[in-house]
């Protein structure tokens, strides 16, 4: 059985960092294209950064030089971090595992709030 969970979500301050990671059970993090979404209150949910299985990125504007992932293949994790955080990012985060047979799994999410 597959499980993702993320964990490093918290409180922090404007312009703080957080990182954030999602430890993988039940498959291999290098199997699979990994990506980080957030939903903030009232809003869809939207991408905030993705890599491939071949190791290409991809971010939004928003998260472009701010944030990065990075996947670890000895832990079974990918992270993602966060720097110069601002109340915009205020958002419940979760990632996200897929790969080219249809395989889509998602974590429970971990809440980042940014304030002063």
Do not use: H
């Not at 993705?50 to 991809?58: E, K, L, R």
């Not at 990065?68 to 109340?87: C, G, H, W």
Request: charged letters at 20%.
């Amino acid at each position: 059985q597959v499980e993702l969970a993320e964990s490093g979500g918290g409180w922090v301050q404007p312009g703080g960092s957080l990182r954030l990671s999602c430890a993988g059970a039940g498959l291999s993090v290098v199997d699979f294209g990994w990506n980080w979404y957030r939903q903030a209150p009232g809003k869809e949910r939207e991408l905030v950064a993705a890599v491939g299985d071949n190791g290409g990125s991809y971010y939004p504007e928003f998260a472009k030089v701010r944030f990065t992932i990075a996947r670890d293949y000895e832990k079974n994790e990918v992270f993602l971090q966060m720097n110069s955080l601002k109340p915009e990012d205020t958002a419940v985060y979760y990632c996200n595992a897929r790969n080219l047979w249809g395989a889509d799994y998602w974590g429970q999410g971990t809440q980042v709030t940014e304030s002063s």
